[in-house]
């Protein structure tokens, strides 16, 4: 299998030829080989590197999560950095003077959370306002390009954690999503580097491709597939599992108590997963330093699994065993977790005593509307 910059890197794209170009990446932009992306194409010939820019994280990955990156000179290739993840999320005029075009290549986590879809989205828009070509050098989806499940985004819940209407699971590429876009915000539409020989059924680990943490805290294949749900409980006073090695696989706080926790969501019989009384001391992030009971997600089938209704079960069952302790975090005038799951239903829902079943009934519909609203951007069969 190849991805999109080693096609580009073989075979050239005549749309490139002598065009001034900046390029959008971070540490997860290598080949096969685990060479940087940014230093092959900077001395490849296949495009003129003007420039680079850099997402959450930074284009080296130096960055934590939430921290603010700033403008630099890359230190390998000498070019300047503009930060899209400091004072501005969108490339700015002033960022794309002299530049033809912009390209994208960041490896993707398949969640609508995940800022650097949005990342993608802000300089869409900007290349096309700016009349620039937009190119994407394609990369997979880790967690299959078939399963898609969650809620979508209402209207008046767009953040930077949702950008734009798909569900939680979205089952699409970096490439499919900019063309999606593009059609719906009436976009110039952008150049897409296919991979060969990627089929929508893959994970991750069946491409053959060498396995590069797309952030700080999804270390792990399994962290990854389990983040689309258990990220809902950073919308919470519910440690995720930041700070520990284990983000997004365990979670709990110093008032739960492991081993109600873990029956409570054994009784639930959620496919793919079982869970594990642990006891955790995050060194950063939420509870830092404490003692936190919890659990660990352990994945058993993850064909079966459905990560963005335990992510709900998860919730109903903590607010449910700990109604006094349990909190939802506020950021200004909103709530988080209306941002990350896409409106209020499910803060309101449980907060009204629903049932986490009632809770994630409405998705079969949106799901379906969502299957044949992608059609014609998709790229693979």
Not at 56 to 79: F, N
Not at 221 to 237: M, Q, R, V
Request: glycine content about 12%; proline content about 7%.
């Amino acid at each position: 299998m190849q991805t999109g910059l080693e096609v580009l890197l073989a075979e050239g794209l005549a749309e490139l030829r002598g065009v001034r170009a900046g390029l959008i990446a971070n540490h997860t932009c290598v080949d096969g080989g685990l060479r940087s992306g940014v230093d092959l194409l900077h001395g490849s010939g296949r495009v003129e590197l003007a420039a680079l820019f850099g997402p959450e994280h930074g284009v080296r990955g130096e960055a934590q999560a939430g921290d603010h990156v700033g403008d630099a000179r890359d230190a390998r290739t000498g070019l300047p950095v503009h930060s899209l993840y400091g004072a501005t999320l969108a490339p700015t005029p002033e960022m794309l003077e002299g530049l033809e075009a912009i390209l994208f290549d960041i490896q993707d986590v398949g969640a609508r959370y995940a800022t650097y879809v949005s990342t993608m989205a802000g300089a869409l828009e900007a290349a096309s306002d700016a009349g620039l070509l937009f190119v994407v050098l394609d990369r997979p989806n880790p967690t299959d390009g078939v399963h898609i499940e969650g809620p979508g985004l209402a209207p008046g819940y767009e953040s930077f954690v949702g950008s734009h209407p798909v569900p939680v699971r979205h089952g699409t590429t970096c490439g499919e999503l900019a063309t999606l876009i593009a059609a719906e915000r009436g976009l110039a539409p952008p150049v897409v580097v296919p991979m060969r020989a990627w089929r929508r059924s893959m994970w991750y680990d069946e491409t053959g491709l060498p396995w590069v943490q797309p952030t700080p805290n999804l270390p792990t294949l399994d962290s990854l597939t389990l983040y689309p749900g258990t990220c809902l409980l950073e919308g919470s006073n519910v440690s995720e599992g930041r700070g520990t090695t284990r983000p997004f696989e365990v979670f709990g706080a110093p008032w739960i108590e492991p081993y109600a926790l873990a029956e409570d969501l054994a009784r639930r019989r959620l496919p793919g997963a079982v869970f594990r009384p642990v006891w955790f001391t995050p060194a950063f992030s939420k509870h830092a330093g404490s003692s936190c009971g919890g659990v660990q997600a352990h994945i058993v089938d993850r064909d079966a699994l459905r990560p963005v209704e335990l992510g709900v079960h998860v919730l109903h069952s903590i607010k449910s065993l700990y109604p006094q302790a349990f909190e939802w975090r506020t950021g200004g005038e909103r709530y988080f977790v209306d941002l990350l799951y896409g409106d209020d239903s499910l803060r309101t829902g449980l907060d009204a005593g629903e049932s986490a079943e009632e809770l994630v009934d409405g998705w079969a519909t949106s799901n379906a509307e969502f299957t044949k609203w992608r059609r014609p951007s998709l790229l693979y069969e």
